[in-house]
């Protein structure tokens, strides 16, 4: 195994390539670090191996490195539909065995692969084995924890952003996808400066996986903390708001009662 601290210096060296100037870049390495973290802390959560933890480390670590060269292309990270960055983190891996930079065992190269690829696709592709479900469940899980993070802490952070929020509606689909407990779909067009991005993003807490994950995103009450950062002067957006809390607060109490959460 290539050591933790070893794949570190060669990520940084890599996203140094780009330019960290820009805020959006200097973010996306930031948050892979993190979630490289989250990832290690859910599978040491789950009694994994100590391979087990370092390969779900290593994804975390790996997970949105499609991200540096998609925004090298278009300067922007929308328009998935066009250059997924995630299809495109694999090809940035295999271009000249890359990969090995980080993996030095090739048992582990797939997993690693089918893990990225589907970290950030609605739902995971099927006829994975056991083996490569587990570590796609995991990425998923650590991923949504550093946006829940990155919701509390580094978006809506402007004060037109913020305002942007705390004036706009929810729109009807949304609010009635959010109310049977699913992820919200984003088609693509969606805002991420609307009360509609802020339910989007809190949706992500009904995908999560784990128990173990869930029991961090209620120790760090990052639904309460969220919300909590605005004040929605729409009356009836206002009440809206309210109730959609109450069901995803009650929807993390009651999954957290049973042994495992079904993701």
Not at 105 to 129: G, Q, R
Not at 159 to 169: H, L, P, T, Y
Not at 180 to 185: A, D, I, L, M
Request: hydrophobic share 35%; aromatic share 8%.
């Amino acid at each position: 195994m290539i050591d933790i601290e070893k794949a570190k210096k060669e990520f940084i060296s890599y996203t140094e390539k780009f330019d960290l100037e820009k805020e959006e870049i200097k973010r996306k390495q930031e948050h892979s670090l993190r979630v490289m973290e989250a990832s290690r802390k859910i599978a040491n959560k789950l009694g994994l191996s100590e391979e087990q933890i370092w390969l779900a480390s290593i994804i975390g670590l790996l997970h949105d490195i499609g991200r540096f060269e998609q925004y090298n292309r278009n300067n922007t990270y929308l328009n998935e539909m066009l250059l997924d960055h995630s299809n495109l983190g694999t090809k940035v891996l295999l271009e000249n065995d890359y990969i090995k930079k980080y993996v030095d065992n090739e048992k582990y190269i797939p997993i690693v692969l089918v893990a990225i690829k589907n970290h950030n696709k609605f739902k995971i592709e099927d006829n994975l084995s056991k083996e490569e479900l587990l570590f796609c469940k995991i990425i998923r899980d650590a991923d949504k924890l550093d946006i829940l993070y990155e919701g509390e802490n580094i978006y809506w952070n402007t004060q037109r952003e913020k305002a942007n929020v705390e004036n706009s509606k929810i729109s009807i689909k949304i609010e009635q996808q959010f109310k049977v407990e699913r992820q919200v779909k984003k088609l693509g067009n969606e805002r991420n400066d609307t009360v509609d991005g802020l339910l989007i993003l809190l949706s992500y807490i009904y995908d999560i996986n784990f128990k173990e994950t869930l029991e961090i995103v209620q120790k760090e009450d990052y639904a309460n903390k969220i919300l909590d950062r605005f004040n929605f002067k729409d009356v009836e957006t206002k009440e809206k708001i309210g109730n959609l809390r109450r069901i995803l607060l009650k929807f993390i109490r009651l999954s957290l009662r049973k042994k495992v959460v079904e993701g």
